[in-house]
């Protein structure tokens, strides 16, 4: 039934009603429909695309020397950056982000883990799991077989995570070369951050990913070791974000020159740098829920600017994109740092995090940019052309997306606070 519903949206009242049920003529029908509007979608493909070839090749001998090619909807000139971004490569990333976004719509806060050993062989233990969408990550802390509790548990519950104390006991020898598992992270997109501090003074930090649900307590790290595991956390991130990575194909879709790019991209940057930090060191805090839905919105803000900028027409976020994205980035930048914040990390760690988590996003958002740059230049060189409603895949998956997650996210706001 998916192609009935995208073949009415494309070309309204062109699926008739039917009874509720299958039946012969039905199925007739949509594969005769299905057929007949592939044939003519590659059609008008080869017919544009020869149409095309025969005006560059005369304006080529008509015009010695000139790099500027009609596109039929935007021309490419040189010192362009994405002038013709949404009728050539970006679709391709859009089209990926459709298919996978829809679960990954909340970027993906890590479950957090801190063993601390307060006696020889004792240790005090944090579990803290992160609630995504009212429901809590369905990953349980297994410890090894020979630890006992010297206490009961203390399990506490709150607004966006469940946090669990233990007090163990692991013999003699501790937990040195011993393993922590996470049974159930296989099936999460998410990680854990674990922290381990020995009487020793040796300290491990690392990041458990899913396709290898343990970790194993060895010897410290050193700084640049920590820095490492926080730049990665970043990265995945920014790439598992996909309402931020939503947000900056949207900026990517309106600008079109290098130098505005730039100021874009910087004022992106900058804005969410410094809500990173206000909130990573405590100075603000915004509930997670009012926060995504207004991320969300966000997103669909770009949709209706897409369009216009595809008309030939201006408004201020056209003109002044790099406003926009310092505006929103500030937003943005509290999602980051949920994250971090969430996790509970100690204080005296923050201010290393911060710096290297940062400077993963950034790495992730720049090679994001580059991607898409690199395809669209890539489709140009090779001169692909795409049909008018591909063309146009790329601006309305960022403002259905946008509005998918802002009604998904005003639900769950409303409906917490009943």
């Not at 089209?95 to 063993?115: N, Q």
């Not at 307590?217 to 991130?237: E, K, L």
């Not at 990173?276 to 829920?289: D, K, Q, R």
């Amino acid at each position: 039934m998916w192609f009935v519903v995208f073949l009415n949206s494309v070309i309204p009242g062109c699926v008739p009603a039917f009874e509720e049920g299958a039946s012969d003529v039905k199925t007739a029908w949509l594969g005769d429909q299905k057929t007949q509007a592939w044939q003519k979608a590659y059609k008008e493909m080869l017919q544009v695309h020869h149409t095309a070839a025969r005006a560059v090749r005369q304006r080529r001998r008509s015009v010695p020397g000139s790099f500027a090619r009609d596109t039929g909807s935007c021309s490419i000139r040189r010192g362009t950056a994405v002038s013709c971004m949404h009728s050539r490569s970006a679709w391709l990333l859009a089209c990926l982000l459709l298919a996978s976004s829809v679960v990954w719509a909340h970027e993906a806060r890590p479950a957090y883990l801190e063993v601390k050993e307060t006696a020889p062989g004792e240790f005090s233990v944090l579990w803290r799991t992160p609630v995504l969408a009212g429901m809590r990550l369905p990953v349980v802390l297994k410890l090894p077989d020979d630890v006992k509790n010297l206490r009961e548990p203390n399990v506490q519950e709150l607004a966006d995570s469940f946090v669990e104390r233990r007090w163990i006991d692991a013999g003699p020898n501790g937990l040195a070369g011993k393993r922590i598992e996470f049974p159930g992270l296989q099936f999460t997109i998410t990680d854990v951050l674990v922290r381990v501090e020995l009487l020793d003074g040796r300290k491990l930090t690392t990041i458990v990913h899913p396709p290898q649900p343990w970790v194993e307590v060895a010897a410290s790290q050193t700084w640049i070791g920590v820095a490492g595991t926080y730049i990665v956390q970043g990265i995945r991130h920014i790439l598992f974000g996909a309402d931020h990575m939503l947000f900056v194909l949207g900026l990517l879709l309106i600008v079109e020159d290098r130098w505005m790019l730039l100021k874009t991209v910087t004022a992106f940057t900058v804005a969410h740098s410094i809500t990173l930090a206000i909130a990573t060191l405590g100075y603000a805090e915004v509930p997670i829920l009012p926060l995504n839905a207004a991320i969300a919105l966000s997103i669909l803000f770009l949709g209706p600017e897409i369009v216009r900028s595809w008309r030939g027409q201006t408004s201020f976020t056209i003109r002044h994109p790099w406003v926009v994205a310092f505006a929103f980035g500030l937003l943005h930048g509290f999602g980051f740092a949920s994250a971090l914040t969430s996790a509970g990390l100690p204080r005296h760690e923050l201010p290393l995090a911060l710096v290297s988590f940062n400077v993963g996003v950034e790495l992730g958002q720049l090679g994001f940019i580059a991607l898409i740059l690199g395809l669209e230049r890539s489709f140009r060189i090779l001169e692909v052309r795409w049909p008018r409603w591909v063309q146009a895949i790329p601006g309305y998956t960022v403002g259905s997306l946008g509005a998918f997650w802002t009604v998904q996210r005003l639900v769950l706001l409303f409906g917490g606070t009943r």
